[in-house]
């Protein structure tokens, strides 16, 4: 078996040491570039949601590259997230593709699908002891790629040389993808945040903090939303990113809570108090929080046409009011282009810094 899945931030990273240990050659796809995009253009329908279409390039070149089998993650409603795999199956059998196609969902929704699909990952063939441990492995690297880009975001602003901490960051993604055990985890952790902690800073700045929320995909891939951290850290913004696969996956498995989503649902319950698919109730309640936490702004990242970040983006709108909080809403599909996107976002900061100087102003007339 040689399987391909698609690809979500550092994802690929933790997989490419958890699928060999459980007996599954893989094949990752190469990384996305507007080849995938149009692939997946070409062959999705119109309507279909942005994320579906470019993890559809994603199969196809990995079918390219050798793989005969494909791993997706499944969904439940109300969005179209439910529909994506059994289209995406349905697409790749019309081209005459030959593989087999697994949709893993969660346990949560019925253990005997998921052990089937856990057997045809490992080959029905696995030690339970090399499968805790490569699972714990994979689950800490997954972790630490998330670490890793939070720290990234948050000191890019201050670093004198953003080269530097670029090398640093791929450095340690390149390491991680070739360790062996525990050990060599905490060494490549501990000597990149130690490498980080030392690079050069400007630390008189006093920088613009913005926050990011919207859907999944569009917020942890950078390779889509055009590099919008790495974009805001060059025009000296600190970023945070509400967005976490591994807060997703806690929710996604049994037996594991995401405090980060239960807290940011309880915030939104005010405003938005049923489930509306995806992310939506995230992006309300982390919208919420940046504003108790003095953020100056929040960028709200999403996929044209997506269901439930519409209904967040009304909610948003009411939220920005209340809590005189600037948001962006930046929509993004195959159509958007990148000068565009960058103008908007250079234009939003710049009325950050405006609202931060008339605020510093008022407080020197009041005497505070
Ligand atoms: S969350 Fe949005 S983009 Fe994702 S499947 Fe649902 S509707 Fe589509």
Redesign the pocket.
Known sequence: MKATFPHLAHLDVALQLLYPVLGVEIVPPPPITQKTIEIGVKLAPQNA????KVTLGNFIEGIERGADTIFMAG?VGP???GY?GQIQRIILEDMGYDVHFVLIDSPRYGWGKFWNDFCTMTGHQFSPFKIKNAVSLAWKVLRFTEDLERVNRSIRCRVKDPRRLDVVVERALERMRYITDHFQFEETRKETFQEMDNLPTNDMLDPLKVGIVG?I?IAQEARINFNMERLLGSLGVMVDNSVSIVEYMLHFLPFTRSREKEEAWKLARPYLKRFV???GIDTVGSTIRYAQKGYDGVIHL??F?????AVAKGIVTRVSRDYDLPVLHLAIDEHAGEAGLVTRVEAFVDVLEMRRKERKKHLEVVGR
Do not use: A, N, V
């Open positions: 949601c942005f994320p579906m969904g969005c179209r997230f994506y859907e995909y698919g995806g992310e999403y996929p046409t997506c269901m439930p970040e």
